[in-house]
C-alpha cells in the first residue's frame, strides 16, 4: 500500500500491531477472522465496483475544483435561508475545532459541561427571543420542528377533542412550501386532516385541535396574531407559530401573543447556507407541554457535592424509552450548529443582535422606497425583512441572472425579494439597477439606508431578552475565544481518548474530509438556486448516492432524511406508498424484534403501523421460530420486519436470509436499520441478506462527526420496486415518480456535510473500504479476548466471535453493590468516555472501538477496564464508600483539606501511570439526574436563583 493512501491514516493498527493482534485472538489472518465471523452464505462474491481510492492531496484538488462548478450568486430568495456572516472566531474556534465537532451526545453529564451550557445558553436564546416557558436543545429544521409541533398539539387535545375524535388542523397559506410538504408526509399516518386557507377567513369550527401560523409569512408580510390566537383558544384551538428568530429580536414576540408552540430556524444566527443544511432548528412551549416536547431538553441540576450542574432533563419521554408510545422519533438534534447559533447570540449580545435586525429592516425598507421610485408596487403592508413586487418576471430574471443575483419569483407578475445581514449598498444599489433596467428606467444611486419602520407600533417588541451575564460579557474576540476554550476543556472529545459507544461508531472524522466544509464555494449556495448554478453541488449529491447504491447493493437513494431517525422514517413510508399502490391498504403491521433499538418501534408508529414484538433467544438472535408464526398469523395484514444487522447485540445472525424470506412469504418488506453498517461494508451488503431498503447513518458508518449529537444525515437507500416512492420537495424536483411527500426542508437534506461521506468514500475506494471493516471486527475480537479475561461478555457469533461490538455483562456485581453506572462513571477517572450503558441489555456495557482506534488506545481501555475490575473485586455491599461509588473525582475534590475517603488521592485521580500523561479532570461530580427532573429549569435567566436556594 502506498505510504501516503488514507486508508494508512484512517486505520488506527500499524501492520506489526495487527500480528499480535491475530494472536491475541487466535487467528492466523484477517481472513481466517473474518470467514469465523460472517455466515458464508451472506459474503459479497465481488468487490465493489468503486473508482480508485484518491491521496488526500488529489482529493482536495479534486473537490476544489468540483466546488468551482458551483456559481456564487447573491441569493435573495429567502423562504426560510438567508446568507448569514460567520463570525470568524467561531468558524476557528467551533465549527473547525475537533474538541467541539468529535463530542458525542452529553449522555456522560459529567465530561460534557461545557456544550451543556452552550446549549443552556441557545435554549434561553430560544425562550426569550419567542417568549415562551421552555425550549430544546434543537431540531433537525424548521419544517420538521412544525410538524413536531403539529404532532404535540394533536397529543395534547382536549380529553373532549380526544372523544369526538378531532383531527382537523389549520395550516396558513402563508406557510413555507417545504413545511407544509413535511405537515403533509407527517399528517397522513396520525390520520390529521390539513385544512390550508388564509387565517384572516377561518371560522373557527369546533372540529379543529390545532392551528399553524408563519411570523412573517413566506413572502414577508408581518401580522397580528393576537385576535386570531385569542378566538382560537375559545373554542381550546392550540395555535403553533412558525417564527424568524431574527424578526423577533424587533417584532412582537409569539408567545406575548399567546402561542402554545413556536417553532423555526436559527440559520440566521452565524450558520452557513450549506445547499439547505444543517442548520439548528428551535422548539419552545409552555411547561405544561413539556412531557410531549421532542428532543433533547437542558436543564439544571446538582452534583454530589450540591453545586450547580447541567445534564439532559426528563429523557424518560426520549424514543429510546417511550419505544412505539413516543410521539416523535428524533434522536440526533443539531447540537454543533445549536452551539454554534448560541455563541453568535453571546458574541453580539441583545444591543449587537438589535443592531444586526434593525439594519436588516432598514435594507429591506430601502428597497422597497427605491423601487417605488421607479414605479414598482410593494405589497407587503407591514414587513421585516422581505417585500413582495409586483414586476414582469419574464423581463426581471435574465438581467438579475446576468449580474449574478436570485430573486424568489412567485408567478409571471409577482416577485419577492428577502434581504440578509450580509447586504451591502453596493447589493441594494444592483438590486434596484436590474429593476431599472426591466423597466426601461433609471435608478439613482443609494448611498445611506432609510430610517422608516414599515411595521406598526402594536408589533414592535417592547420586552426584554438576553439580561443575564453571559450574553453581556464576551463581546471583544479574546473575551469570546477564551469563553469557548473555557467551556472546551470541560468535555471529552475523540481529540482526547477513545469513544467506544456501542451502536455509535464513533470513527476519526479526518481533517481532509472536513477542510472543504469551510470553502464558500460549498457553504454558500442557497438550496432553491437554479439548477445550473449548483452544479457542483448536484455531481458531489449524485456521485454520493451512486457510492451508496453500489455500497449497499440497492437501485436508488435519497439523501434527504437529515438524522438515522428520519432514515426510518422516510423508509417506512416509502414501504406504505408501495403497499397502498398496490391496493393493500390493511398492510400495516410491522414485526420488530425485542432487541431493537427504541427508534425502531417510534418510527413505526409515527409511519401509522401497529409494533407486533418478535422474541429472541437466549443467545441473542431473533427466534426464527418465533417470527415465523406471526409472521404467518398475520400474513393478510404484514407491512414490514425492521431489522438491525448485524444484530444490536453484535451479532451476525446465520439465519439472516431464512429470516428475511419468511417476511417476503407473507407479502412483507423488509426493513434493514443501517445503525451497525460499519460490520458489512465491502464484505456483505443489506441487498444481499434479502432487505428491500436501509437507511445509514453518514454519521457512524462514513465519518460525519457527531457534534455532541448532530449534524446527522440517514440516507436510505431501496431496492429496484421502492425507487418511485423516494421522497420529493415541492420546489426542486427530486424523488420517485410517486414520491411521498417531504421528509425533510431541504430537498438534499444536510448537503454540506455529505462532502464529508463523499470524501470518505473517494479516498479510501473498495480496498480501503473492506479493510476499515476488517479493522473493525479485528479490533471488537481483540477487546473481546483481552476484556473476557476480566468480565463475561453476553454475546457471540457461532465460532465465539463478535461483530464490530461486543456486550459486557457486569449485573453479577449487584451483589456487590457496583452497578453498571458506578462503572461508566469511574471510566471518567481513568480518561475514557464510558461505552454505551444498558442498551441493549439493562445492566451492561456495549463496547464498539471503530478502525480508527490504535492498539495503544485499546489496550489503555482494556487495561482501565481491567483495573476496575480489581476495585470491584475489593468492593462490599457492606462500605458502600470506594472508588466506584464516588467516582468521578474532580480537581475540587482531591485538593480539598479534608481527606476521610478511604483510599488515596492517588488511587482517586491517577489509577493507572498513563493516567498522569494526559489527565481529563471532570468539573463535577456524579450529578443528581432525580433532582434535575423534579426541578426541571431549563434557562440560563433563574440560575442565581437556584444557586441561592
Same mark, same amino acid.
Given at each position: 500500500m #502506498?505510504?501516503?493512501?488514507?486508508?494508512?491514516?484512517?486505520?488506527?493498527?500499524?501492520?506489526?500491531? *495487527?500480528? +499480535?493482534?491475530? #494472536? @491475541?485472538? $487466535?487467528?492466523?489472518?484477517?481472513?481466517?477472522? !473474518?470467514?469465523?465471523?460472517?455466515?458464508?452464505? !451472506?459474503?459479497?462474491?465481488?468487490d465493489l465496483n468503486l473508482a480508485p481510492a484518491m491521496t488526500e492531496y488529489e482529493y482536495l484538488s479534486h473537490i476544489q475544483a468540483l466546488g468551482n462548478k458551483n456559481k456564487i450568486f447573491r441569493s435573495f430568495i429567502g423562504l426560510g435561508y438567508n446568507e448569514a456572516v460567520v463570525p470568524a472566531a467561531i468558524i476557528r474556534n467551533v465549527f473547525e475545532n475537533p474538541g467541539w465537532y468529535t463530542a458525542y451526545t452529553p449522555y456522560q453529564a459529567e465530561v460534557a459541561q461545557g456544550r451543556l451550557e452552550a446549549l443552556l445558553n441557545f435554549q434561553t436564546t430560544v425562550i426569550e427571543l419567542s417568549g415562551m416557558e421552555i425550549a430544546n436543545a434543537s431540531l433537525l429544521d424548521e419544517s420538521t420542528a412544525a410538524a413536531e409541533a403539529m404532532i404535540l398539539l394533536f397529543d395534547v387535545r382536549t380529553r373532549d377533542q380526544k372523544k369526538n375524535n378531532v383531527v382537523k388542523f389549520f395550516v396558513s397559506e402563508e406557510i413555507l412550501p417545504q413545511t407544509l410538504s413535511v405537515l403533509q408526509t407527517r399528517a397522513t399516518p396520525f390520520g390529521v386532516e390539513l385544512v390550508v386557507g388564509n387565517h384572516e377567513e377561518f371560522d373557527f369550527s369546533e372540529e379543529f385541535f390545532g392551528a399553524i401560523l408563519q411570523y412573517p409569512g413566506k413572502h414577508g408580510i408581518v401580522a397580528d396574531y393576537a385576535d386570531f390566537i385569542n378566538q382560537a383558544k375559545a373554542k381550546d384551538i392550540k395555535v403553533a407559530v412558525a417564527a424568524d428568530i431574527m424578526s423577533l429580536v424587533l417584532l412582537t414576540p409569539p408567545g406575548e401573543m399567546g402561542a402554545d408552540v413556536v417553532v423555526g430556524t436559527t440559520q440566521r444566527f452565524g450558520i452557513p447556507l450549506g445547499f439547505g443544511g444543517p442548520h439548528a432548528a428551535f422548539f419552545a412551549t409552555k411547561e405544561e407541554y413539556k412531557r410531549s416536547m421532542p428532543g433533547r431538553i437542558i436543564g439544571v441540576s446538582k452534583?454530589?457535592?450540591?453545586? /450547580?450542574?447541567?445534564?439532559?432533563?426528563?429523557q424518560t419521554r426520549e424514543q429510546h424509552i417511550k419505544r412505539e408510545k413516543a410521539t416523535s422519533n428524533i434522536c440526533t438534534a443539531q447540537v454543533l450548529l445549536a452551539v454554534m447559533a448560541s455563541f453568535y447570540a453571546v458574541y453580539h449580545g441583545p444591543k449587537g443582535l438589535t443592531n444586526i435586525a434593525s439594519l436588516i429592516h432598514a435594507k429591506a425598507v430601502t428597497v422597497a422606497t427605491e423601487l417605488g421610485k421607479l414605479g414598482i408596487e410593494q405589497l407587503n403592508a407591514n414587513f421585516f425583512d422581505t417585500i413582495l413586487v409586483k414586476a414582469d418576471a419574464a423581463k426581471v430574471k435574465p438581467i438579475a441572472e446576468a449580474n449574478s443575483i436570485n430573486f424568489n419569483y412567485i408567478d409571471a407578475n409577482t416577485i419577492s425579494i428577502s434581504l440578509n445581514? @450580509?447586504?451591502?449598498?453596493?447589493? *441594494?444599489?444592483? *438590486?434596484?439597477?436590474?429593476?431599472?433596467?426591466?423597466?426601461?428606467?433609471?435608478?439613482?444611486?443609494?448611498?445611506?439606508?432609510?430610517?422608516? !419602520? $414599515?411595521?406598526?407600533? $402594536?408589533? #414592535?417588541?417592547?420586552?426584554? /431578552?438576553?439580561?443575564?451575564?453571559? /450574553?453581556?460579557?464576551?463581546?471583544?474576540? @479574546? +473575551?469570546?475565544?477564551?469563553?469557548?476554550? $473555557?467551556?472546551?476543556?470541560?468535555?471529552?472529545?475523540?481529540?482526547?481518548?477513545?469513544?467506544?459507544l456501542g451502536s455509535c461508531t464513533m470513527k476519526l472524522n479526518a481533517a481532509a474530509e472536513m477542510l472543504p466544509l469551510s470553502n464558500a464555494q460549498w457553504n454558500n449556495v442557497h438550496p432553491f438556486v437554479p439548477a445550473d448554478q449548483a452544479q457542483g453541488y448536484l455531481e458531489m449529491l449524485h456521485g454520493l448516492e451512486e457510492k451508496l447504491n453500489v455500497i449497499t447493493g440497492f437501485a436508488g437513494t435519497t439523501l434527504q432524511p437529515n438524522s438515522g431517525a428520519q432514515g426510518e422514517y422516510a423508509g417506512l413510508m416509502a414501504i406504505r406508498a408501495y403497499h397502498h399502490s398496490r391496493g393493500d391498504f390493511q398492510r400495516d403491521i410491522a414485526l420488530i424484534p425485542a432487541s431493537a433499538h427504541g427508534t425502531n418501534p417510534a418510527s413505526a408508529a409515527m409511519a401509522g403501523m401497529k409494533v407486533v414484538v418478535t422474541k429472541t433467544t437466549p443467545e441473542g438472535n431473533i427466534d426464527v421460530a418465533d417470527l415465523k408464526a406471526k409472521a404467518e398469523q398475520y400474513k393478510d395484514n404484514l407491512s414490514c420486519l425492521m431489522v438491525t444487522y448485524p444484530s444490536t447485540h453484535g451479532v451476525y445472525e446465520s439465519a439472516i436470509m431464512e429470516i428475511t424470506q419468511i417476511i417476503h412469504d407473507n407479502g412483507g418488506q423488509v426493513y434493514m436499520d443501517g445503525a451497525n453498517m460499519n460490520a458489512q461494508v465491502a464484505i456483505t451488503n443489506p441487498a444481499n441478506i434479502g432487505a428491500d431498503v436501509c437507511h445509514l447513518n453518514l454519521h457512524k458508518t462514513f465519518a460525519i462527526p457527531h457534534g455532541g449529537g448532530g449534524p446527522g444525515v440517514g440516507p436510505i437507500c431501496v431496492a429496484e420496486h421502492l425507487v418511485p416512492f423516494l421522497p420529493t420537495n415541492p420546489i426542486v424536483k427530486v424523488g420517485g415518480e410517486k414520491g411521498i411527500t417531504a421528509i425533510s426542508a431541504a430537498p438534499y437534506g444536510s448537503a454540506l456535510v455529505c462532502l464529508i461521506s463523499y470524501g470518505y468514500i473517494a479516498m479510501l475506494g473498495t480496498e480501503g473500504l473492506k479493510k476499515v471493516t476488517q479493522q473493525a471486527i479485528l479490533n471488537a475480537n481483540y477487546m473481546k479476548s483481552r476484556l473476557e479475561e476480566h468480565y463475561s461478555i453476553l454475546y457471540t457469533g457461532e465460532k465465539g466471535r463478535a461483530a464490530h461490538e461486543m456486550i459486557v455483562d457486569v449485573r453479577e456485581f449487584k451483589e456487590k453493590g457496583i452497578e453498571v453506572t458506578d462503572i461508566a462513571k469511574r471510566l471518567i477517572d481513568y480518561g475514557f468516555h464510558a461505552p454505551t450503558v444498558s /442498551?441493549?441489555?439493562?445492566?451492561?456495557?456495549?463496547?464498539?472501538? @471503530?478502525?480508527? +482506534?490504535?492498539?495503544?488506545?485499546?489496550?489503555?481501555?482494556?487495561?482501565?477496564?481491567?483495573?476496575?475490575?480489581q476495585e470491584i473485586e475489593n468492593a462490599t455491599i457492606e462500605n458502600p464508600v470506594n472508588e466506584l461509588k464516588n467516582a468521578p473525582h474532580t480537581l475540587a475534590l482531591l485538593t480539598a483539606d479534608n481527606w476521610d475517603l478511604p483510599y488515596s488521592r492517588q488511587k482517586a485521580a491517577y489509577p493507572l501511570p498513563y493516567v498522569a500523561e494526559n489527565k481529563l479532570w471532570p468539573t463535577v461530580r456524579r450529578i443528581d439526574d432525580a433532582y434535575g427532573d423534579r426541578n426541571l429549569i431549563c434557562s440560563c435567566a433563574p440560575i442565581e436563583a437556584y444557586l441561592e436556594n
Open positions: #502506498k505510504t501516503n493512501a488514507f486508508a494508512l491514516r484512517h486505520i488506527g493498527p500499524r501492520p506489526e500491531d *495487527i500480528a +499480535e493482534m491475530l #494472536k @491475541t485472538v $487466535k487467528a492466523d489472518s484477517i481472513e481466517q477472522l !473474518i470467514n469465523e465471523t460472517f455466515p458464508d452464505a !451472506i459474503r459479497l462474491k465481488e452534583d454530589a457535592d450540591d453545586n /450547580f450542574a447541567l445534564r439532559m432533563a426528563l445581514e @450580509t447586504v451591502e449598498l453596493a447589493d *441594494i444599489n444592483a *438590486i434596484v439597477n436590474v429593476f431599472a433596467q426591466a423597466t426601461g428606467k433609471t435608478a439613482t444611486e443609494v448611498t445611506a439606508l432609510s430610517t422608516e !419602520i $414599515k411595521y406598526q407600533d $402594536k408589533l #414592535k417588541r417592547t420586552s426584554k /431578552f438576553l439580561e443575564h451575564a453571559v /450574553f453581556n460579557s464576551y463581546h471583544s474576540e @479574546t +473575551e469570546l475565544m477564551r469563553y469557548i476554550k $473555557k467551556l472546551e476543556r470541560k468535555d471529552l472529545a475523540l481529540n482526547h481518548s477513545m469513544i467506544s /442498551f441493549p441489555v439493562a445492566g451492561t456495557l456495549m463496547i464498539e472501538p @471503530t478502525e480508527s +482506534e490504535s492498539k495503544e488506545e485499546l489496550d489503555r481501555f482494556c487495561d482501565a477496564m481491567a483495573s476496575i475490575r
